[in-house]
């Protein structure tokens, strides 16, 4: 099963409103820096970079290293201008890649 | 501790039974006593939850369902709970349906007596004997992804029910078995659980405050190792900590444990997807 992430996005806001839009990613934020059982160095493996557009403009940027922990969760505000979708995406460093939407309807 | 009940369920037999039957009962009764005689423990105060060792900022990462790490294997467990799995073709939901309704109420009663095969089973037991009888798709290892996930998810249900595992005649075996690996002690420290989780509960071991060692939050995300686990994993790094032999994760030996201590969390709620340090 690929990268499992839940996100909190609003599903509703009026405009001009500033939200709270929170991501937690089920992954193992590999430090590098571990040994395995048998003493051998254990490859690092973190989600190196993620983002979060909204209505294709990017309004969020991580970038992460070993001093995250594993599942992070994060939290950052956005003003609520117009209705749209909020895409994340993210890659770790073995290449992999996950995705996740949400839709958010702004009123007055 | 022998419930009332147990010896309650004994007088509701039939009033037909014959003499020797009579005589039976009569005297199981007063092995029952005696039973609770030696098992006299000091009376214990209503059990506290190791929710309320655990320091402010535990607590509260525990009561956010959106920052509880823990839920990120509930909602892993909810997609599982739907995708069909072995050469059956079935889902969990193609016969229990809903979770949320079927599954309410069904952790707090665990472990219990498979009705077939007459083994003591938890909740990881149950979903790997369904995968094995029912979807023909083989056990799942203990402490995988999948089965972590799918036990949270199922013990999830229960959430905010009290436990009330029942002590009854089917069970009472694996229940004295638990009950003696809790006294018993063991490994190079010859500790048995009692020292610390019912003698010392409350105080200091190093910078940890000793728990009473229920079960109720299981499986817990456990900060200490950055992932989910189960009652069986943190049950290992017990006999660990005392330097004693560790059972296999699943084991007749800690499925008993499991019983006894449930038995011992009667009436507290359960806490699916715990957070511990």
């Not at chain 1, 001093?67 to 950052?76: D, K, R, Y």
């Not at chain 1, 909020?86 to 939407?101: A, C, H, I, L």
Request: charged share 25%.
């Amino acid at each position: 099963m690929s990268m499992l992430a839940r996100i909190q996005v609003p599903a509703q806001a009026r405009r001009g409103d500033i939200i709270p839009i929170r991501i937690a990613i089920q992954h193992p934020m590999e430090t590098g820096y571990r040994p395995d059982n048998f003493g051998r160095r254990i490859t690092k493996n973190v989600i190196n970079t993620l983002t979060c557009r909204y209505n294709g403009v990017e309004v969020f940027r991580a970038e992460m290293g070993s001093g995250v922990s594993a599942n992070p969760q994060l939290q950052f505000y956005v003003r609520a201008d117009s209705s749209g979708e909020f895409v994340f995406d993210w890659v770790d460093d073995s290449g992999e890649r996950g995705s996740e939407r949400a839709a958010l309807a702004v009123s007055g | 501790m022998i419930p009332a009940n147990a010896a309650a369920n004994a007088l509701r037999w039939p009033s037909a039974v014959d003499c020797g039957v009579r005589k039976l009962l009569v005297s199981f009764c007063g092995l029952l006593l005696a039973v609770n005689a030696v098992a006299a423990e000091p009376p214990r105060p209503q059990p506290k939850s190791g929710l309320s060792y655990a320091g402010a900022d535990v607590r509260a990462l525990q009561a956010d369902d959106f920052g509880n790490p823990g839920m990120l294997w509930v909602a892993r467990g909810e997609k599982l709970w739907n995708i069909p799995t072995g050469r059956s073709g079935k889902s969990c939901a193609s016969c229990h349906r809903e979770a949320p309704a079927s599954m309410k109420g069904v952790a707090a009663r665990y472990p219990r007596i498979d009705a077939g095969d007459k083994t003591l089973l938890n909740i990881e037991g149950r979903i790997n004997q369904c995968r094995e009888r029912h979807q023909e798709a083989g056990a799942l290892a203990y402490e995988s992804e999948e089965l972590l996930a799918l036990t949270a998810y199922a013990a999830h249900q229960s959430r905010h029910l009290p436990v009330q595992a029942e002590i009854n005649e089917a069970n009472r075996a694996h229940f004295e078995r638990g009950r003696e690996t809790y006294y018993r002690r063991q490994g190079q420290m010859n500790l048995a659980c009692t020292h610390c989780h019912e003698r010392n509960a409350g105080r200091k071991l190093l910078a940890d405050t000793i728990s009473e060692g229920h079960g109720n939050a299981y499986p817990v995300y456990r900060l200490e190792w950055q992932s989910a686990g189960s009652l069986h994993r943190r049950l290992r790094a017990c006999y660990f900590g005392v330097r004693a032999e560790q059972p296999a994760a699943g084991s007749a030996e800690l499925v008993d444990l499991e019983l006894y201590l449930a038995s011992r969390a009667r009436g507290l709620p359960v806490e699916t997807p715990g957070v511990r340090r």
